[in-house]
Nanobody, 117 residues
Framework: QVQVVESGGGSVQAGGSLRLSCAASGSTSNIGDIGWYRQAPGKQRELVAS???????NYGDSVKGRFTISRDNAKNTVYLQMNSLKPEDTAVYYC???????????WGQGTQVTVSS
């Protein structure tokens, strides 16, 4: 099992920045892609950004150029630097970890990000 804990959420004004962290613990071998997803009230969960075990990144169109995902494999931690935040970025942000071979995924409990105009 892998335990996934997100942190770093909060409330900011539009144009501000936040840095989210996703820490994995437990059985952390063979961890592959790690992704940040978000879900706003009444909307479907969507991919924000993902990073592979070798550092290949992928971003949702709405966050390109504003958000940066990075990974510290030694600490089993992934970060999401969010700049130029907009009210439409308001959502619960979830971290998802996928095992390389089995494809089994683990979700964190989520962290709330609120951006006021």
């Amino acid at each position: 099992q892998v335990q996934v804990v997100e942190s770093g959420g909060g409330s900011v004004q539009a144009g501000g920045s936040l840095r989210l962290s996703c820490a994995a613990s437990g059985s952390t071998s063979n961890i592959g892609d790690i992704g940040w997803y978000r879900q706003a009230p009444g909307k479907q969960r969507e991919l924000v950004a993902s990073i592979s075990s070798v550092g290949t990144t992928n971003y949702g169109d709405s966050v390109k150029g504003r958000f940066t995902i990075s990974r510290d494999n030694a600490k089993n931690t992934v970060y999401l630097q969010m700049n130029s935040l907009k009210p439409e970025d308001t959502a619960v942000y979830y971290c998802n970890i996928r095992r390389t071979y089995s494809g089994v995924t683990y979700w964190g409990q989520g962290t709330q990000v609120t951006v006021s105009s």
